[in-house]
């Protein structure tokens, strides 16, 4: 069956580390998408991408990064981590013309 | 400007009565959908049902129902005969057919099944 993965599932980070999450889809879908989920904001786009090397940035992409070099993985890059990127952070898949947008399990990152 | 906003931070409601659960909405996008998610304590996110601007019925997907005023930009959902599982948090979300394909989240609701 087809699905889409995040790893790692939980993770603890010193302040000012580089890190790196991943998504795995198997899909097949085009757009991709990474939110944080933090109480009281529901989740909050980061970075989204439509397609191999498109990247695009949402609300809240400061300190993040990701890369499109094929279909199947965006990983999502903290550069320098932050005590405020604590937050559990969902990777998600969807294709055009369809309506469902599928979600990773989600990554629970916490920065010390 | 908040394009979702679900106004209930939490809710609690007798097992087998329905309950709705609210949210409210703005876009200039004459093409829309929206959508209601629900997630449990284990955290994975879990499509419950969507209806389209454009369609006439509101949707339905066994007990979870969607109340669609299109004039009020509202989108509640209903669930009917409530059950204990059915705790979980709750969240509405939108996506414009113009611009981005992603998802944009209401707040939340947090859902409280009381035996």
């Known amino acids: 069956d087809a699905e889409i993965t995040q790893s790692p599932r939980h993770k603890i980070t010193e302040t000012g580390r580089q890190v790196t999450l991943a998504c795995h889809q198997t899909?097949?879908?085009?757009?991709m998408f990474w939110y944080r989920q933090d109480l009281g904001h529901g989740l909050r786009l980061i970075h989204y991408?439509?397609?191999?090397?498109?990247?695009n940035k949402g609300e809240v992409s400061d300190g993040y990064s990701v890369s499109r070099s094929n279909t199947e993985d965006l990983p999502l890059t903290l550069e320098s981590a932050a005590s405020s990127q604590t937050s559990v952070y969902f990777c998600?898949?969807?294709?055009?013309?369809?309506?469902?947008?599928?979600f990773g399990q989600g990554t629970r990152l916490t920065v010390v | 400007a908040q394009k979702i906003t679900q106004t209930q931070p939490g809710m609690f409601v007798q097992e087998k009565e329905a309950v709705t659960l609210d949210c409210t909405y703005d876009?200039?996008?004459?093409?829309?959908?929206l959508f209601w998610y629900k997630q449990p304590s284990s955290g994975e996110m879990i499509f419950l049902i969507y209806?389209?601007?454009?369609?006439?019925q509101n949707a339905t997907e066994g007990r979870y129902s969607l109340n669609f005023q299109k004039a009020r930009k509202s989108a509640n959902l209903v669930i009917s005969a409530s059950q204990l599982g059915d705790s979980a948090m709750y969240f509405c979300a939108m996506r414009e057919s113009t611009g981005r394909r992603a998802l944009t989240f209401g707040s939340g609701t947090r859902l409280q099944v009381q035996p």
């Open positions: 998600a898949s969807s294709e055009e013309g369809t309506v469902e947008a599928f």
């Open positions: 899909w097949n879908h085009n757009n």
């Open positions: 991408s439509y397609g191999v090397q498109d990247t």
């Open positions: 209806q389209g601007s454009y369609d006439q």
């Open positions: 876009t200039s996008d004459p093409s829309y959908g």
